[in-house]
């Protein structure tokens, strides 16, 4: 019965191709200060090291440095040592572009074939965000192709068509799980069939080294940590929190997350103090559990809490920072509250559904609106510092920082926003 009516809600569903540009948590990469080398930053926890932000936003909203027409597409962009990669579609083309962080100047592009023709959303581009590591960009396309490139120069180190090789399903949105590097693997929640769910393969070659279980893929992009001296990958999958040795795909633990019919999970989990913390909408809702070597135990879960349908949280002194509630239903509220307890700290309704960076003690926001927010990060209750329009256009794509610049866009323009403190 209850699987009867989620699907009457397919047509609500249908709004939220958006969530596809999320998720992830860790240490993969190594990353000098101010760079945004993956998805949610340096440490994959939406957290930017050593930025100093302005105060308030001046009259007419903080200045807008440099743009560039782009074309579609959910992923953000990616930043190392002054360079951008942006990922995106146009035409019948996947097309990796390079600029230079400060003056938006084009360095290099690369096209592929663009092969997914769309699912739920009109928007047919790239949903992952470019995966930096050290002199290689890595490229997740929307049908499931992955590529590899040479940073210095976008020559093509190798490529696959995974999702054609492994029969991954492209699900509601295409391929939106961005890839992790750990070691010398990338790994992947591929949502292949027979024993190719979850993937580790060469950063070398792209050979596959590992391939395990049959998980479908989801949304979300998997987040790597250490507990009990035991180096783990969390994924969570279409229907499971999975956790694997990043080098042989052997799994430590799971545990049932997710729920069949038009449900999604986009959030990244975040890992707190030997704890993950996870979260979905559609009826979902969240879960705290402790983790350790080859074990998993609940400690809380509920709907109450934190239902997020695509935005993952992100941590300031012992507290979460997220958006609870759906864009399609209305509603969706800005929240504080304790992972520990699942308490709630405080709420600013019908705030909307926005992404999150933690930056010198401030809460930068970007909503799907296309408004920038800058707040406080702090328990006492929601203190905004400004606020300012970028674009009239929806905006789903996730925001990157580097150097006190912040890099957002549409499905038509990418800007870079000054955000630095005088």
């Not at 959303?121 to 470019?130: A, E, I, L, Y």
């Not at 350790?292 to 941590?315: A, D, F, H, K």
């Amino acid at each position: 019965m209850q699987e009867t009516c989620r699907w009457k809600h397919r047509a609500a569903g249908r709004w939220i191709g958006w969530m596809v540009a999320c998720g992830v948590l860790c240490i993969p990469l190594i990353a000098r200060g101010g760079d945004w080398p993956q998805i949610l930053g340096p440490n994959r926890t939406g957290v930017a090291v050593d930025e100093t932000l302005l105060d308030a936003f001046p009259r007419g909203g903080p200045k807008t440095l440099w743009s560039q027409e782009i074309g579609e597409g959910f992923a953000g962009v990616a930043i190392s040592q002054g360079t951008v990669v942006l990922f995106h579609r146009r035409g019948n083309q996947e097309i990796a572009w390079c600029f230079d962080a400060a003056t938006g100047k084009q360095r290099w592009e690369k096209s592929f074939p663009a092969t997914y023709s769309g699912g739920y959303s009109k928007d047919t581009g790239p949903r992952c965000v470019p995966l930096i590591h050290q002199d290689a960009v890595y490229l997740f396309g929307a049908a499931g192709d992955l590529h590899s490139l040479r940073m210095k120069d976008g020559e093509v180190n190798w490529s696959r068509r995974l999702y054609k090789e492994v029969k991954g399903a492209e699900g509601f949105f295409g391929a939106g799980s961005a890839p992790i590097v750990d070691g010398d693997l990338l790994l992947i929640n591929a949502g292949g069939a027979k024993g190719a769910g979850l993937m580790g393969l060469a950063l070398t070659d792209g050979k596959t080294v590992w391939s395990v279980s049959d998980e479908q893929a989801s949304y979300s992009a998997p987040a790597a940590t250490q507990v009990g001296g035991v180096r783990q990958v969390i994924f969570v999958t279409r229907l499971n929190c999975v956790s694997v040795d990043p080098k042989t795909g052997k799994e430590f633990w799971r545990f049932p997350f997710g729920d069949r019919g038009p449900t999604v999970n986009a959030a990244t989990p975040v890992v707190i103090n030997g704890h993950v913390f996870v979260s979905a909408s559609y009826g979902i809702g969240a879960r705290l559990a402790k983790i350790g070597p080859s074990r998993v135990e609940e400690i809380w879960s509920n709907n109450e809490t934190m239902s997020s349908q695509y935005t993952t949280c992100v941590l300031h002194e012992g507290l979460l920072y997220g958006t609870d509630g759906r864009a399609d239903q209305g509603g969706a509220r800005l929240r504080c509250f304790d992972p520990m307890t699942g308490k709630v700290r405080w709420t600013e309704e019908g705030f909307g559904v926005a992404h999150a960076i933690l930056a010198d003690k401030k809460l930068v926001r970007w909503k799907d609106d296309g408004t920038l927010v800058l707040a406080k990060a702090t328990p006492e209750g929601y203190v905004e510092l400004g606020s300012h329009s970028v674009f009239k256009s929806t905006s789903r794509a996730l925001p990157a920082l580097s150097d006190g610049r912040l890099y957002l866009h549409d499905s038509k323009r990418l800007v870079c926003v000054d955000l630095r403190r005088p």
